[in-house]
């Protein structure tokens, strides 16, 4: 079944520290993943989506097939960023269903 | 701005009512797909329609239901409310049915007294 992992719900880093966002998910098909943020309980925004090999806000994630993850990473975090992040796997049955982590909460403290 | 517009924002309504939630989206988006927030179970994938069809279900009740009009303005409807819908509903859209991004609404906070 397809499932996605992201198994820290709190994440609390200081001002310029690195920030690594693990997720891990399950899925026989050809993934495709994305990480959405979500400030102060308003809409989910897309961050990165794997297939584009892209930088947004500092953030990257690279699809690593063999450990089945796409971890989000920064170099050093801002206190912009604190929000929720939302790792989400497409579902590719043709549908463009998209399958959410539980979501982690990024706290970066001044 | 998303472009993906939702009404209303809130709704506060007591047990066994039936509410009606609304999604306009993006211009050109012709797919809608509506998500339920809640505290316990997350973000869950409710449905999909795309051009006025039904694509995809998820993890929808029977008590709730949606559509797709012509103009591509997608509504949800849920009925015989119980505490449990408490939640905040997004409606997302894209392009297609195929791997564009989905770009999400500002959600409707649903409250049930």
């Known amino acids: 079944a397809q499932r996605v992992t992201q198994p820290e719900k709190l994440l609390s880093v200081f001002k310029g520290a690195p920030v690594e966002l693990k997720c891990n998910y399950s899925?026989?098909?050809?993934?495709?993943l994305f990480w959405y943020v979500q400030y102060s309980r308003q809409r989910l925004q897309l961050l990165l989506r794997h297939i584009s090999r892209e930088s947004i806000k500092g953030f990257t994630a690279d699809l690593n097939k063999g450990e089945t993850s796409f971890h989000l990473k920064k170099p050093f975090a801002q206190e912009e960023d604190s929000a929720m992040y939302y790792c989400a796997l497409r579902f590719s049955g043709g549908y463009n269903k998209l399958i959410f982590g539980a979501g982690t909460r990024l706290a970066v403290h001044p | 701005d998303s472009g993906v517009t939702q009404t209303p924002k809130h709704l506060i309504t007591a047990t066994g009512q039936r509410v009606t939630l609304r999604c306009s989206p993006r211009?050109?988006?012709?797919?809608v797909y509506w998500y339920q927030q809640s505290l316990d179970q997350g973000l869950q994938f409710l449905i999909h329609?795309?051009?006025?069809?039904?694509?995809a279900k998820g993890n929808i009740l029977e008590r709730f239901s949606a559509q797709q009009f012509p103009d591509l303005h997608s509504e949800l409807n849920l009925s015989s409310l119980e505490l449990g819908d408490s939640a905040l509903y997004f409606c997302?859209?894209?392009?297609?049915?195929?791997?564009?991004?989905?770009?999400f609404g500002d959600g409707t906070r649903l409250s049930i007294l």
């Open positions: 211009s050109g988006d012709l797919s």
């Open positions: 997302a859209s894209s392009v297609g049915m195929g791997n564009q991004p989905q770009h």
């Open positions: 329609y795309y051009n006025g069809e039904e694509r």
């Open positions: 899925y026989s098909g050809s993934p495709e």
